[in-house]
C-alpha cells in the first residue's frame, strides 16, 4: 500500500513539473564536439527522462546477468534449507509421539543437511535418548559446548542424560558448571544446593541457597526453610565434636523453622547439656505446640541427666499442658508412667486407645506394662503378637523409605528435606524403590530431579542381598499344645522402645512371623542406606502360657517371611 502511495506521488510531481515547464516556455543549445542542438525546453526534459530510464534499465540488465549465478545458488540453497527443516520439523514430532523409526530418519536427514544446526544437534540428542543410545546422545550434546549459543543447553542434556543414567557425580559436575555459566539457572542452582547437600559440603550448600535467594531462584519461605535443613544436617555431623558451634546454628535452624522437629531437639539437647535448661524447655514447647512429636517429649523428658523418673514425668505433665487433647500428649504421658512405675494411672491413660484398634505403639506398650506390672510374660508375648497386624504408626518416610530417624537428604532419590512424619504406605508393592535402578531411570529426569552422588549403591547392595518373599499362612492356635515347648530364655522386662529391635525366642514348633519396619517399597532391603540394619522384630504368635487370660479363636493370617 505504501509502494503504491509513494508511485502515486512520483507521477503527481512529474505531471506537476511538466505543466510547470510547459507554462514556461524556453530554448536550450547544446554544443559539444561539433555537435549542435537546438530544441525547446520541454523536449530536452523528456529527452533527460527517456536517457535516465535507458539508463537504469540497462544497468539492471548488467545487474540480473552478473548476479545469475548467485541466485541460482540462493535458490538450490534456500530448497535445501527448507528441506532440512521440513526434516527437522518432522523429527521432532516424531521424537514427542514416540516414532522411533520416523525419529532416526528425520534426524539424519537433518543432519546431513542443516550440519551443526542447533535444533539438528537436538534432534540428534533426543532421537539417541530415544533408542537409548547413550554414546550417541552425549556427543551430541558435547558438541554443543563449543558453541556459546548452545552451551548452556548442552551443559541440561548432559546433566539430564547423567541424571537419566544414575550417575549422580556427573550430575553433579554439569550442574555445577551450569549454576557457574549461569547463575540465574533455576535448575542448576536447586539441583547444586542438593548434591552439595548429599557430599555434606554444608557451607557450600549454604553459600548456594543465598545465591539462589538473591538471583529469585527460590522464595524466601523455602529458602529459609532450607537453611535450617542444612543447619541441621550440619549441627547433627558436628553435635559432639562441636558443641558451641552446633548449639548457635540449630537455635537458628529453629527460628527459620520452628516445626522442624531434630532442630528444636538437637538444641534443646545442647542447651541442656550447657545448663541452660529453661531455655531448652522454651525451645521444645514452642515445637510441641505447632505439632507434638514423640521426639520432642522423649528430648524434654530427659533435659536434665540425673533426674528420677518421678521428676521426668512430673515435667511431661508440664509440657503435655500445652496440647492436652492430642492423642500424642496421652503416648507421652502412658510412657512417663510405666517409668514411674505408675501402672494404674498409665493404664486409664492409655483406655481410649483401646475403642478401635489400638497401634503398633500402643501394644507394645501395654506389653511393656505387662511385663512390668505383672511379670506375666504370657501377656507381654500377647500384645507383642498383636503388634503384628496392628495399625503402624507414623514414622520418618522419604520416597517410600521408612527411617527410624530424620535425616536431611533422602537415601533414595537425593532430594533435600524429603523425609516427612506421616503414616507409612502399608502397601509395601506401591514404593517406588525398585524403579530407582531402571536404566535409563526415567523417573527421575524430570525437570529439576536428582539422583543420588553415593546411597544407591548401598540401597542396591542390599536389595541385591534381600531373601526372597514368600508367603506362609500362619494358624495361631486358640489353646497351648499338648506338648510342653522348648526351653525358653527368661524374658526380660520388655522396653517397648526396643521391642522392635529385640528378638524374643519362641518354642520352635511354631513359626514366627517377621515384621519388617523398613524399608516401605517393592522390596524390603536388609539394611539402611548408611549401613545399620533395619529393625525387624521376630514376633511370637499368641502365647501358650497358662497365665493367659482368656481364650482366643483360631485365626488364619497371612504373613510376608523373609528366607
Not at 528378638?503 to 513359626?511: D, G
Request: aromatic share 6%; with cysteine.
Amino acid at each position: 500500500m505504501i509502494r503504491l502511495l509513494v508511485f502515486f506521488a512520483v507521477l503527481v510531481a512529474l505531471a506537476f513539473g511538466f505543466a510547470w515547464l510547459a507554462d514556461r516556455p524556453g530554448e536550450v543549445i547544446f554544443d559539444w564536439q561539433g555537435w549542435h542542438v537546438e530544441t525547446d525546453v520541454m523536449t530536452a526534459a523528456i529527452g533527460a527522462v527517456a536517457a535516465i530510464v535507458t539508463v537504469i534499465f540497462f544497468v539492471g540488465i548488467v545487474r540480473a546477468i552478473w548476479n545469475t549465478p548467485g541466485a541460482i545458488g540462493s535458490f538450490f540453497g534456500r530448497r535445501r534449507r527448507e528441506k532440512g527443516w521440513a526434516a527437522l520439523s518432522r523429527g521432532m514430532i516424531a521424537v514427542g509421539a514416540g516414532d522411533l523409526a520416523s525419529a532416526m530418519k528425520a534426524s539424519g536427514e537433518a543432519r546431513q543437511i542443516l550440519g551443526e544446526e542447533p535444533l539438528a544437534l537436538l534432534l540428534e540428542a533426543q532421537s539417541a535418548q530415544l533408542v537409548g543410545d547413550r554414546t550417541g546422545a552425549k556427543k551430541a550434546f558435547e558438541r554443543m559446548l563449543e558453541t556459546p549459543a548452545t552451551r548452556l543447553l548442552g551443559m541440561r542434556g548432559l546433566y539430564v542424560e547423567a541424571v537419566r543414567w544414575g550417575d549422580g557425580a556427573a550430575a553433579a559436575r554439569w550442574a555445577g558448571a551450569a549454576n557457574a555459566a549461569a547463575p540465574k539457572l533455576s535448575w542448576a542452582g536447586q539441583a547444586l544446593v542438593e548434591y552439595r547437600s548429599q557430599g555434606r559440603d554444608w557451607m557450600g550448600a549454604l553459600e548456594t541457597i543465598d545465591r539462589n535467594r538473591r538471583n529469585g531462584i527460590v522464595d524466601k519461605p523455602t529458602a529459609k526453610r532450607q537453611r535450617a535443613v542444612i543447619l541441621t544436617g550440619d549441627g547433627l555431623e558436628r553435635e559432639q565434636t562441636h558443641p558451641e558451634v552446633v548449639r548457635a546454628n540449630a537455635l537458628e535452624a529453629h527460628g527459620l523453622a520452628p516445626d522442624l522437629v531434630p532442630a528444636a531437639c538437637l538444641a534443646a539437647r545442647l542447651l541442656g547439656r550447657a545448663g541452660d535448661v529453661k531455655k531448652a524447655a522454651r525451645v521444645l514447647e514452642a515445637t510441641w505446640k505447632l505439632d507434638p512429636h514423640p521426639e520432642v517429649a522423649e528430648t524434654y523428658a530427659h533435659l536434665r541427666s540425673g533426674d528420677s523418673a518421678k521428676d521426668r514425668l512430673t515435667r511431661i505433665r508440664d509440657l503435655i499442658k500445652v496440647r492436652a487433647h492430642h492423642p500424642e500428649c496421652a503416648l507421652a504421658l502412658a510412657r512417663a508412667e510405666i517409668d514411674a512405675r505408675e501402672f494404674a494411672a498409665s493404664r486409664r491413660t492409655l483406655e481410649p486407645f483401646m475403642v478401635e484398634a489400638p497401634s503398633r505403639r500402643v501394644c507394645l506398650l501395654m506389653a511393656e506394662l505387662e511385663q512390668a506390672e505383672h511379670g506375666s510374660a504370657g501377656a507381654s508375648r500377647a500384645w507383642l503378637a498383636r503388634a503384628v497386624s496392628a495399625p503402624r504408626d507414623k514414622a520418618w518416610v522419604a520416597d517410600g523409605w521408612v527411617s527410624d530417624h530424620w535425616m536431611p537428604v533422602s537415601p533414595i532419590s537425593g532430594r533435600l528435606d524429603a523425609f516427612e512424619w506421616k503414616l507409612p504406605p502399608e502397601d509395601v508393592s506401591t514404593a517406588p524403590v525398585a524403579d530407582l535402578f531402571d536404566e535409563p531411570t526415567e523417573s527421575l529426569a524430570a525437570s529439576g530431579s536428582v539422583v543420588p552422588l553415593e546411597a544407591p549403591k548401598a540401597v542396591r547392595e542390599a536389595i541385591a542381598a534381600k531373601a526372597e518373599v514368600v508367603e506362609a499362612e500362619v494358624i495361631e492356635p486358640a489353646v497351648a499344645p499338648a506338648a510342653e515347648p522348648k526351653a525358653v530364655e527368661a524374658v526380660a522386662p520388655v522396653d517397648a522402645k526396643a521391642a522392635t529391635a529385640r528378638p524374643i525366642e519362641v518354642p520352635a514348633a511354631t513359626p514366627a512371623p517377621v515384621v519388617a519396619d523398613t524399608p516401605v517399597g517393592a522390596t524390603v532391603p536388609t539394611a539402611h542406606a548408611n549401613g545399620s540394619r533395619p529393625a525387624e522384630p521376630v514376633i511370637p504368635p499368641p502365647p501358650d502360657d497358662p497365665g493367659t487370660e482368656g481364650e482366643a479363636p483360631p485365626v488364619k493370617k497371612k504373613f510376608k517371611l523373609f528366607s
